[in-house]
């Protein structure tokens, strides 16, 4: 059987983290965009919800087995923000710069600095699949006001690691992959798509 998934998003950072530990088990993801996939609303309020629909709606339009994440970063003292808009915090069209900007701006005065990336993952076998894979995890760290390192993306420059003395930007691929909401959640999903779906 042909270990095939596609992938839906199109964030190239994302890609590159899926590819890097998901080749070595012979599976190989493709980006839904190179398959001509047009992306879906995420209106819902939690990851899992949208995560799901993302999966469905890239299965639906490819008739392949798909994967879908939605991630994001919550700041303990914002309660729900950015959640489930982190990629578009400050708006639509919103960079990593300007929703790194919103992010510090809200917390200013704040003590709590406390922040957890969050990351789900959904896989299907079809667009109607009644049973979908689902793997979770977190990332706890702080919010930090200058941004400090050039690697990752979205929030990694401002995400402090109290336990490295360093920021997630600051790691090298390997170390973020083997500590990461995302890193962890992939390496869960591939344990669940080996017990469930034999890959």
């Not at 600095?113 to 706890?140: F, G, I, K, M």
């Not at 083997?178 to 669940?192: D, E, I």
């Amino acid at each position: 059987m042909e270990k095939k998934l596609v992938l839906a998003s199109n964030n190239k950072g994302k890609i590159r983290e899926f590819n890097a530990l998901f080749a070595s088990r012979g599976i190989e993801v493709e980006a839904q965009g190179a398959l001509g996939v047009t992306e879906c609303a995420e209106p819902y309020g939690t990851f899992l919800e949208n995560a799901l629909a993302k999966a469905r709606n890239a299965a639906r339009q490819t008739g392949l087995a798909a994967m879908a994440d939605d991630s994001g970063i919550t700041a303990h003292a914002l309660v729900t923000e950015p959640g489930v808009h982190s990629a578009r915090y400050a708006g639509e069209a919103a960079d990593d710069a300007a929703n790194n900007a919103k992010l510090v701006a809200a917390l200013k005065g704040s003590s709590d600095r406390r922040a957890a990336y969050t990351c789900v993952l959904v896989a299907v076998r079809s667009a109607d699949d009644p049973d979908p894979v689902v793997a979770q995890a977190s990332w706890t760290g702080e919010i930090i006001d200058e941004p400090r390192g050039s690697g990752g993306f979205g929030y990694d420059p401002h995400f402090y690691l109290p336990q490295f003395g360093r920021t997630a930007a600051e790691l090298t691929a390997e170390e973020k992959n083997a500590v990461s909401h995302r890193g962890r959640a992939m390496k869960r999903m591939l344990a669940a798509l080996s017990e469930r779906w034999g890959w």
